[in-house]
């Protein structure tokens, strides 16, 4: 069974900016909840995370289109190998690679880790003491997914993702109490604890309790009134039970029986108003004062009536509170402090106006939960369907180095872009040309073969020698090896210079012709 959390909510949207699902024009919207947490979202804070410096690539080529068959290494600004971009089939999206020989936080993965402190700091200066995580799904045949409250840990990583319909929000409670609280008392191990609100004093009823066939023990008597009382019954502490002698006499055992503890257990103050607490349909309803209607008659925690008589008891680890609420309807108890549960019992008595006939009633709320709770939706914002989207990309100077383009573009050699430090997702958008029909000799399809062909080739050669990448297209290979000896090299660079030579001094044959052995 899960948890009923009871307390004065507030819900913090926080929309991450970093996740796959909604992000447009870099602002961040939050999700429709379908009604479900409408009057939490009209009083909520809005508040953004980011992972921050989110990089969107594309190659196209001259027409937009998207390119296939290409791969690119990036480096940083120290040269280092930081990653490679890879579109290897139409249709699919370009991929980010990297491997343990690259120095590089830069990621691809759309989820990612944050510590629970992300969350827990929101709530502040309320202190958070659990945590829990659900999902709501507001499709017409889904249901809500709950995960059951914990103890809060800042250290502990939460799991965010974008993977999520439109339809799905992904949500943290996390439940406070407040700044400064201390331990009120503890109870001792194998001991149990009865406090009874000093409001009682002014009660017309002699309150008591009792267990099994024991007598009853007067609060009055045993000086119990604003005061802890330890109590160690010879009987089974679940016999415990609660009375008041009064005009219409109530008597009523315990609906939630209070466990015998092997340690001490510490104890905590809490506050809360029985309209927050006894929420059901099945409950009694109550009214702003505290009190609640029953066969026409006012049922009255504050005092007895001429023909009711009520009780409040607050149940916690090893000890009862008899509690009496205020003219506002709020009650003072005592929760064990590190669980923080408690069950809520009201036992009442109600003669008809007749006399003839009276109604004992007792009901309770389980598992409730002191605290203030906090209500965090984290949106889903939308990334780029096209492209390769990297995230946690240091600041800085990156270049990108083509090493294979499909048959017919030319490489742009290296293409140098920047990086800030940012929230709003960055374009980085590169556009390759496509190569012109390329002539023997013409290397860099300018129309005419001259020195700079020869350039040219002499730095593929250089390239290819050492290992590094080379910027030719196959066309462009091919149409260096003027010399026709299955290679582009210094030999095919001095035959272009002495052929430039040849035709600036008025030769007319073609470079094939002037090459021929």
């Not at 479900?36 to 690539?57: A, D, H």
């Not at 294979?404 to 800030?420: E, H, Q, R, S």
Request: hydrophobic share 35%.
């Amino acid at each position: 069974m899960f948890k009923k959390i009871l307390s004065a909510a507030a819900a913090l949207v926080i929309s991450t900016s970093a996740v796959a699902g909604g992000l447009m024009n870099n602002t961040a919207k939050a999700l429709d909840l379908g009604g479900f947490l409408e009057e939490e979202m009209e009083k909520s804070k809005f508040i953004t995370l980011s992972r921050g410096n989110i990089v969107n690539f594309t190659c196209t080529d001259s027409n937009g289109a998207v390119m296939d068959n290409y791969s690119a290494k990036i480096r940083n600004s120290a040269g280092q190998i930081v990653g490679i971009f890879i579109k290897s089939y139409k249709g699919d999206n370009e991929d980010f690679y990297k491997d343990n020989t690259m120095v590089s936080s830069i990621t691809d993965d759309i989820e990612w880790e944050v510590p629970m402190k992300t969350f827990g700091d929101l709530v502040s200066p309320q202190v958070p003491v659990m945590a829990c995580d659900y999902v709501v799904n507001t499709s017409p045949t889904s249901s809500i997914s709950y995960s059951v409250y914990e103890k809060y840990d800042p250290n502990v990583k939460v799991v965010l993702s974008g993977e999520y319909e439109s339809s799905e929000c992904e949500q943290m409670k996390i439940l406070a109490t407040n700044a400064g609280e201390t331990t009120a008392f503890t109870i001792p191990a194998n001991k149990a604890g009865i406090f009874v609100d000093s409001k009682w004093s002014s009660r017309d009823g002699e309150g008591y309790y009792y267990v099994g066939d024991g007598s009853n023990k007067y609060f009055s008597e045993k000086d119990m009134i604003g005061k802890l009382k330890v109590i160690s019954p010879k009987n089974p502490i679940s016999e415990l039970g609660i009375g008041v002698d009064s005009k219409v006499g109530l008597r009523s055992s315990l609906l939630n029986n209070l466990k015998y503890q092997s340690t001490t257990t510490e104890y905590v103050k809490w506050t809360m108003n029985l309209k927050d607490i006894f929420t059901e349909s099945d409950n009694p309803q109550f009214r702003d004062d505290g009190t609640f209607i029953d066969e026409n008659s006012v049922c009255d925690p504050k005092k007895d009536r001429k023909n009711t008589s009520t009780v409040v008891v607050i149940s916690s680890g090893v000890c009862l509170t008899v509690a009496q609420p205020d003219a506002n309807g709020n009650i003072e108890f005592y929760v064990e402090k590190n669980s923080r549960e408690f069950d809520a019992e009201v036992h009442y008595r109600v003669k008809t106006n007749s006399g003839t006939v009276t109604r004992d009633c007792a009901t309770d709320c389980k598992d409730i939960l002191a605290g203030k709770e906090y209500l965090i939706n984290i949106g889903v914002p939308n990334l780029p369907t096209t492209g390769a989207n990297i995230f946690e990309v240091p600041a800085g100077k990156y270049s990108l180095e083509f090493t294979n383009l499909p048959k017919g573009y030319i490489n742009p050699g290296v293409v140098t872009f920047d990086v800030a430090n940012s929230n709003a997702i960055q374009y980085k958008k590169v556009s390759i040309k496509s190569a012109p029909k390329i002539e023997l000799g013409d290397v860099n399809g300018s129309g005419t073969i001259d020195s700079s062909d020869a350039s040219c080739i002499l730095e593929f050669y250089a390239r290819q020698s050492t290992g590094s990448t080379t910027l030719f297209t196959s066309e462009q290979e091919s149409a260096a090896d003027v010399n026709n000896d299955f290679r582009a090299d210094a030999s095919d660079a001095s035959c272009i210079l002495a052929y430039y030579s040849y035709i600036s001094t008025g030769g007319t044959l073609s470079l094939k012709d002037y090459v021929k052995p």
